[in-house]
């Protein structure tokens, strides 16, 4: 067993979650668990590591470090070999800390295109994906809305809300730091888990999904929608560059407040499911296929 260990290649996935207490509240965390689960499944050892844990020595013995850049900067260590996958926050990232690393993946083909020009590391875009064990159809009564919307507002009046309200539909706003933002009525919840999750989206007939600024203008697309399109939801975001192509114009997009309205009008009328084809290409799987390729190179 010690030889077969010996003989894997070591990984080491980072992840910016502050402790393991809340690693749970991170979408950094399911991701890096079921790139995990991926890994494994291609005789890969591999551990996960929060934020405390980056610049220690347990991951002395790894081969390979893949750093979840959110919100959080990492030093590379040159003894490894590096990947940055950057999956939020570019503002955050300098031309510097790009060059640190030996391959730069980015969640937006608009900003690796716009990096690539400007480094010279190789950069590539890796968009967001979506865990097809966690996220499929799984309609539930209890979890029905006809308009939801799910994140933390971060005392910020999100974008699709603000151009939305009010409205005489029902809809569900889950997530935190609502309260002093909209009304109460709309307020479903602070918190839901990765299991409820799939529940609402397979039960609503109209999932809202908008996008923080500065993700918008560099064409990151949130990695909600893929989880959405999973479950078979029918997704209604804001204009960002990308995504027309990225799901052959099966997610609407929307311009202007009356442009919204329209569109919420014209989609309860038809009551469709998205085409869960949409996420092909798209899991947790592809994205370490696309990982091992450039191990191997």
């Known amino acids: 067993i010690l030889l077969e260990y010996a003989n894997k290649t070591k990984l080491t996935i980072k992840i910016p979650a502050p402790s393991w207490d809340e690693a749970h509240k991170w979408g950094d965390f399911y991701l890096a668990e079921g790139l995990m689960r991926e890994f494994i499944k291609e005789n890969y050892g591999v551990q996960l590591q929060v934020l405390p844990e980056w610049d220690g020595n347990t991951d002395s013995n790894s081969d390979i470090v893949i750093v979840l850049r ?160 999973a479950c078979g939801s029918c997704v209604i975001s804001d204009d960002i560059d990308g995504l027309e192509e990225l799901f052959d114009g099966e997610v609407h997009t929307y311009k202007n407040k009356e442009d919204l309205k329209e569109l919420v009008e014209q989609m309860l009328t038809q009551k469709t499911k998205s085409n869960q084809g949409l996420i092909k290409n798209h899991t947790y799987k592809d994205r370490v296929n696309q990982f091992i390729n450039v191990f191997k190179k």
């Not at 990492?74 to 060059?99: R, T």
């Not at 590539?124 to 966690?134: A, G, K, V, Y």
């Open 70 to 229: 959110g919100l959080s900067e990492y030093n590379p260590k040159m003894h490894h070999h590096n990947i940055m996958w950057n999956i939020s926050h570019p503002d955050l990232i300098s031309l510097e800390e790009y060059s640190k690393y030996d391959k730069v993946f980015i969640a937006s083909q608009k900003w690796a295109d716009e990096i690539s020009r400007k480094v010279d590391v190789p950069v590539e875009c890796m968009w967001q994906c979506t865990d097809t064990s966690r996220f499929y159809p799984d309609y539930n009564e209890e979890y029905e809305h006809e308009l939801l919307f799910v994140g933390n507002s971060r005392k910020v009046y999100r974008k699709i809300l603000k151009d939305l309200l009010p409205t005489d539909h029902e809809l569900a706003v889950y997530g935190s730091d609502w309260e002093e933002l909209i009304d109460e009525k709309y307020i479903a919840g602070s918190f839901v888990s990765n299991k409820d999750l799939r529940k609402l989206y397979s039960s609503c007939n109209i999932l809202l999904s908008d996008h923080w600024e500065d993700m918008r203008e560099k064409g990151f697309v949130s990695n909600r929608i893929f989880d959405a399109l």
